[in-house]
Protein backbone atom coordinates (compact mmCIF):
# COMPACT_ATOMS: atom_id res chain seq x y z
CA UNK A 1 0.00 0.00 0.00
CA UNK A 2 1.42 3.36 -0.84
CA UNK A 3 2.40 5.77 2.14
CA UNK A 4 -0.73 7.84 1.46
CA UNK A 5 -2.75 5.64 1.38
CA UNK A 6 -1.88 4.12 4.51
CA UNK A 7 -1.62 7.32 6.56
CA UNK A 8 -5.25 8.06 4.76
CA UNK A 9 -6.40 4.52 6.08
CA UNK A 10 -5.23 5.32 9.48
CA UNK A 11 -7.46 8.21 9.91
CA UNK A 12 -11.29 7.55 10.02
CA UNK A 13 -12.55 10.76 10.47
CA UNK A 14 -10.72 12.72 7.82
CA UNK A 15 -12.01 9.57 5.45
CA UNK A 16 -15.16 10.95 6.82
CA UNK A 17 -14.89 14.58 5.49
CA UNK A 18 -13.69 13.36 2.32
CA UNK A 19 -9.86 14.92 2.89
CA UNK A 20 -7.57 13.71 0.40
CA UNK A 21 -3.84 13.92 0.49
CA UNK A 22 -1.95 14.78 -1.95
CA UNK A 23 1.95 15.06 -0.17
CA UNK A 24 2.65 14.01 3.34
CA UNK A 25 5.85 14.25 4.50
CA UNK A 26 7.88 15.82 7.83
CA UNK A 27 8.42 19.06 5.64
CA UNK A 28 4.86 19.44 4.52
CA UNK A 29 1.44 18.24 4.08
CA UNK A 30 -0.75 19.02 1.15
CA UNK A 31 -4.80 17.79 1.27
CA UNK A 32 -7.63 18.70 -0.52
CA UNK A 33 -11.12 19.33 0.52
CA UNK A 34 -14.58 19.53 -1.59
CA UNK A 35 -16.86 21.74 -0.01
CA UNK A 36 -19.82 19.57 0.35
CA UNK A 37 -23.50 20.21 1.10
CA UNK A 38 -23.19 18.73 4.08
CA UNK A 39 -20.51 20.17 5.58
CA UNK A 40 -21.34 23.90 5.19
CA UNK A 41 -23.58 26.38 6.86
CA UNK A 42 -27.31 27.31 6.30
CA UNK A 43 -25.86 29.94 4.26
CA UNK A 44 -23.93 27.35 1.72
CA UNK A 45 -20.36 28.26 2.82
CA UNK A 46 -17.87 26.41 4.41
CA UNK A 47 -18.70 25.82 8.12
CA UNK A 48 -15.95 26.76 10.44
CA UNK A 49 -15.80 23.39 12.11
CA UNK A 50 -15.00 21.71 9.47
CA UNK A 51 -12.62 23.84 8.45
CA UNK A 52 -10.98 23.71 11.41
CA UNK A 53 -10.95 19.91 11.07
CA UNK A 54 -9.29 19.81 7.65
CA UNK A 55 -6.80 21.77 9.29
CA UNK A 56 -6.10 20.01 12.31
CA UNK A 57 -5.70 16.56 10.13
CA UNK A 58 -2.85 18.18 7.55
CA UNK A 59 -0.93 19.72 10.82
CA UNK A 60 -1.11 16.52 12.93
CA UNK A 61 -0.50 14.70 10.00
CA UNK A 62 2.85 16.21 9.79
CA UNK A 63 3.79 16.32 13.00
CA UNK A 64 3.19 12.65 13.84
CA UNK A 65 5.02 11.62 10.61
CA UNK A 66 7.59 14.07 12.29
CA UNK A 67 7.87 12.51 15.70
CA UNK A 68 11.04 11.71 17.64
CA UNK A 69 12.09 7.69 17.80
CA UNK A 70 9.81 5.43 20.45
CA UNK A 71 7.01 8.17 20.33
CA UNK A 72 3.84 7.14 20.70
CA UNK A 73 1.90 9.76 18.62
CA UNK A 74 0.75 13.23 18.70
CA UNK A 75 -2.40 15.18 20.31
CA UNK A 76 -3.35 18.69 19.42
CA UNK A 77 -3.22 20.89 22.72
CA UNK A 78 -4.12 24.47 20.97
CA UNK A 79 -4.95 25.61 18.16
CA UNK A 80 -5.94 29.03 16.53
CA UNK A 81 -7.71 30.20 13.41
CA UNK A 82 -8.10 32.80 11.31
CA UNK A 83 -11.31 32.73 9.45
CA UNK A 84 -10.62 34.82 6.07
CA UNK A 85 -13.87 34.13 3.55
CA UNK A 86 -16.26 30.92 3.58
CA UNK A 87 -15.67 29.11 0.80
CA UNK A 88 -19.27 28.20 -0.63
CA UNK A 89 -20.77 24.97 -1.49
CA UNK A 90 -18.88 23.43 -4.77
CA UNK A 91 -14.98 24.49 -4.17
CA UNK A 92 -12.54 22.60 -3.86
CA UNK A 93 -10.32 24.05 -1.10
CA UNK A 94 -6.54 23.21 -0.55
CA UNK A 95 -4.58 23.19 2.20
CA UNK A 96 -0.99 23.22 3.13
CA UNK A 97 0.45 22.73 6.25
CA UNK A 98 4.15 23.25 7.06
CA UNK A 99 6.27 23.60 10.50
CA UNK A 100 6.81 26.46 12.20
CA UNK A 101 9.16 24.81 14.98
CA UNK A 102 9.44 20.79 15.62
CA UNK A 103 11.05 19.91 18.81
CA UNK A 104 10.90 16.59 21.07
CA UNK A 105 7.98 17.56 22.80
CA UNK A 106 5.96 19.75 21.17
CA UNK A 107 5.88 20.94 17.25
CA UNK A 108 4.39 24.36 16.01
CA UNK A 109 2.26 23.64 12.53
CA UNK A 110 0.96 26.30 10.62
CA UNK A 111 -1.87 25.57 8.08
CA UNK A 112 -3.08 27.86 4.40
CA UNK A 113 -6.30 27.25 3.16
CA UNK A 114 -6.76 28.82 -0.61
CA UNK A 115 -9.68 27.86 -2.64
CA UNK A 116 -9.00 27.11 -6.98
CA UNK A 117 -8.20 31.17 -7.34
CA UNK A 118 -6.02 31.19 -4.71
CA UNK A 119 -7.83 33.37 -2.29
CA UNK A 120 -6.69 32.58 1.47
CA UNK A 121 -9.68 31.09 2.95
CA UNK A 122 -8.31 30.33 6.39
CA UNK A 123 -5.16 30.50 8.52
CA UNK A 124 -4.49 28.01 11.28
CA UNK A 125 -1.47 27.79 14.09
CA UNK A 126 -1.58 24.35 15.88
CA UNK A 127 0.71 22.85 18.66
CA UNK A 128 1.13 19.14 18.76
CA UNK A 129 2.40 17.42 21.83
CA UNK A 130 4.75 14.86 21.34
CA UNK A 131 3.44 11.05 23.71
CA UNK A 132 5.42 8.96 25.24
Request: net charge neutral; charged share 15%; hydrophobic share 40%.
Amino acid sequence: MDPLAQIAEAQPYSRLLGVKLLEASQERVIGELLVRKELCTAGGTMHGGCMMSFCDILGATGAWLAIPEGAKGTTTIDSNTAFLSGPPEGTLVTGISTPVRIGRRLSVWQTEVTDPAGKKVCLVTQTQLVLT
